[in-house]
């Protein structure tokens, strides 16, 4: 897997764009771009997103986890896969991908839409979900019948607490991911 700062490098390479025409084009001022460049930093998630559509890419092939061969074919680096990204407000219609370091399984991120799942979640967290897991003690994505909302909950025995309280297990949570603003 090559560098960030290796791969936006050939990016712009490619479409002979300069750091003065790259910062125009994505209002991410020439030093910060010259600092991803040297390695330094890597940009913040809506920077990232900004880099890659103004290079015509992806923020996966910018961060190296992915590829395109010369037949088109989208190559994952081994050990990182796609992941669709729902609203804990709306778990059926998927907002976008993100990627997570898993190898196979069915995962899903949920985006907390709220602040009722504190002290452990909190608004605006991608929590990275493997569906229908169940083990011990652990924080889980649970629905109750009839409402269209994901919840987080710790549980210490999940199916016996999740049955007493009238939710529906979707799957553990195995990971957070705290936007920084």
């Not at 990016?11 to 084009?25: G, P, V």
């Not at 059926?92 to 602040?115: K, L, M, Q, T, V």
């Not at 019948?145 to 999740?162: N, T």
């Amino acid at each position: 897997m090559s560098s960030f700062a290796e791969n936006l490098r050939a990016a712009m390479a490619e479409r002979s764009l300069t750091q003065a025409e790259l910062s125009k084009r994505t209002g991410i001022s020439k030093s910060f771009i010259s600092q991803y460049l040297s390695g330094k930093f890597k940009p913040r998630d809506d920077k990232l997103s900004a880099l890659a559509q103004a290079l015509g890419t992806t923020k996966g092939a910018l961060l190296g986890y992915e590829s395109r061969s010369a037949d088109g074919v989208e190559n994952v680096a081994s050990g990182i896969i796609k992941v669709p990204v729902y609203s804990a407000d709306d778990p059926h219609n998927a907002w976008g991908e993100e990627y997570a370091g898993a190898e196979h399984g069915n995962y899903r991120f949920y985006i907390c839409r709220d602040d009722k799942n504190r002290p452990f979640v909190m608004f605006g967290d991608y929590l990275l979900v493997s569906v229908d897991e169940i083990g011990p003690t652990g924080l889980y994505a649970v629905v109750k019948e009839g409402v269209e909302r994901v919840y987080f909950r710790e549980f210490s025995e999940p199916r016996r607490e999740a049955n007493e309280l009238g939710l529906r297990i979707i799957g553990r949570v195995c990971e957070i991911r705290r936007k920084m603003t």
